[in-house]
């Protein structure tokens, strides 16, 4: 069948349509939208910014740094003794009757209590005591306690009191707390199972 000049003209024009749609179909999805464009451009500037100000500021992060190592160095130095619950709990005890000793107050009852965490820093070891003592002798040791060389703490007192012929008596009931450095935990070992063996959960 002939191709007539006309019915070739009308099938170039055609294709040169289609190939028109085509190519701006093609550059309208590649190229975005101005808009969106702009907000992008003004998202990056203000990260740019923002990632400018904290490097402006690294000397001040680097000083606080230095700063709060050095404090927590201080205070690390005046845990108790002892790289374990066991002797910093029995230094604790000795520590505190000694001082009850020394400013007149009976302890009939002392009791260690459970050791707590305080994460990646220390462990916290506490004693639980019974006392006998009057109010002038309970300041005279509270005042010791706050002044130790060491941190100690006094985290809960009850106080009951009893009206004896001559003076006036109080029964404190107090928990006192010290700290040491936490123990550096041992990665867990993941050896492979032997062939042939299953693990148990």
Do not use: W
């Amino acid at each position: 069948m002939k191709v007539t000049p006309r019915e070739r003209m009308s099938i170039l024009i055609a294709v040169g349509a289609l190939l028109a749609v085509g190519i701006f179909y093609a550059v309208t999805q590649l190229i975005p939208d101005s808009q969106s464009l702009s907000r992008e451009v003004e998202l990056k500037k203000r990260m740019l910014r923002s990632q400018r100000d904290t490097l402006s500021r690294e000397d001040i992060y680097k000083s606080r740094l230095d700063q709060y190592q050095k404090q927590l160095e201080s205070d690390t130095s005046r845990f108790l003794p002892g790289e374990n619950a066991s002797i910093a709990g029995a230094e604790l005890q000795r520590v505190v009757k000694e001082m009850a000793d020394q400013n007149g107050v009976e302890i009939p009852q002392r009791n260690i209590q459970p050791d707590k965490k305080v994460p990646d820093i220390a462990t916290k070891i506490s004693v639980r005591i019974e006392a006998n003592c009057t109010p002038d002798q309970l300041v005279q040791f509270l005042a010791a306690i706050e002044s130790y060389e060491r941190i100690l703490k006094v985290d809960e007192l009850v106080i009951s009191s009893l009206r004896l012929q001559r003076r006036f008596e109080i029964h404190p009931s107090m928990v006192i707390s010290g700290y040491i450095r936490a123990a550096e935990e041992k990665p867990k070992d993941k050896s492979p199972a032997k062939p042939g063996t299953a693990n148990v959960s």
